[in-house]
């Protein structure tokens, strides 16, 4: 069974910086792109980030570029999601989602429950 | 930016109805849709891929169709597990990946 585990959440001040972890079972870890996806508390979902298999090539949304890091540890079967200069409006549940190729990247077939971030003062 | 939007924002039906929910993209995107359910405090789940290939284990009264800016999702026959919010999103443009807005089906 593919499981996906994020931890690495709380509370922050703006400016702050957290990291985000997520742990992968179930599947070869190894094989497969992965994303980070976030919902802010009532609204919907904004893809983050995206990591090939070995990080080769590596995406950001314009909201958090130069920000955020995303990375990944095959051997660990994790992938990171590091966030610095924190942001109000970057308070969400962030989910890791595994990617699923259909001949394109951006698709997001198994997610983790997801790890709170609030970003306030 | 490629802009998805969903119509409409909220539904309400009842068991055994047969509901539509639409998808828009600002350009076009061939088949690079995908459609997702999220029930409250859960992690979305993956429903069906390019337009209307469905993910293994989806019920099959869920279908999706089109192409090219407009899409939609069919639930044939309502059931009270799928009560829910539905979101769309483009896999057509590899740097900016986004979801409609969101449709939720309530009783």
């Known amino acids: 069974e593919v499981q996906l585990v994020e931890s690495g959440g709380g509370l922050v001040q703006p400016g702050g910086s957290l990291r985000l972890s997520c742990a992968a079972s179930g599947f070869t870890f190894s094989s497969y792109s992965m994303n980070w996806v976030r919902q802010a508390p009532g609204k919907g979902l904004e893809w983050v980030s995206y990591?090939?298999?070995?990080?080769?090539?590596?995406y950001y949304a314009d909201s958090v570029k130069g920000r955020f890091t995303i990375s990944r540890d095959n051997a660990k079967n994790s992938l990171y999601l590091q966030m610095n200069s924190l942001r109000d409006e970057d308070t969400a549940v962030y989910y890791c989602?595994?990617?699923?190729?259909?001949?394109?990247?951006?698709?997001?077939?198994?997610w983790g429950q997801g790890t709170l971030v609030t970003v306030s003062s | 930016d490629l802009q998805m939007t969903q119509s409409p924002s909220s539904l309400s039906a009842s068991v055994g109805d047969r509901v539509t929910i639409t998808c828009r993209a600002s350009q076009n995107i061939s088949r690079y849709l995908n459609w997702y359910q999220q029930k409250p405090g859960k992690a979305p789940k993956f429903l069906i891929y390019?337009?209307?290939s469905l993910q293994s284990g989806v019920p099959s009264r869920f279908s999706g169709s089109g192409s090219g800016t407009d899409f939609t999702l069919t639930i044939s026959s309502l059931q009270p597990e799928d009560f829910a919010t539905y979101y769309c999103?483009?896999?057509?443009?590899?740097?900016?990946?986004?979801f409609g807005q969101g449709t939720k089906v309530e009783i």
């Open positions: 990591i090939t298999v070995s990080s080769s090539t590596i």
């Open positions: 989602a595994r990617d699923y190729w259909t001949g394109t990247a951006g698709n997001f077939d198994y």
């Open positions: 999103q483009q896999s057509y443009r590899t740097l900016g990946w986004t």
């Open positions: 390019a337009a209307s």
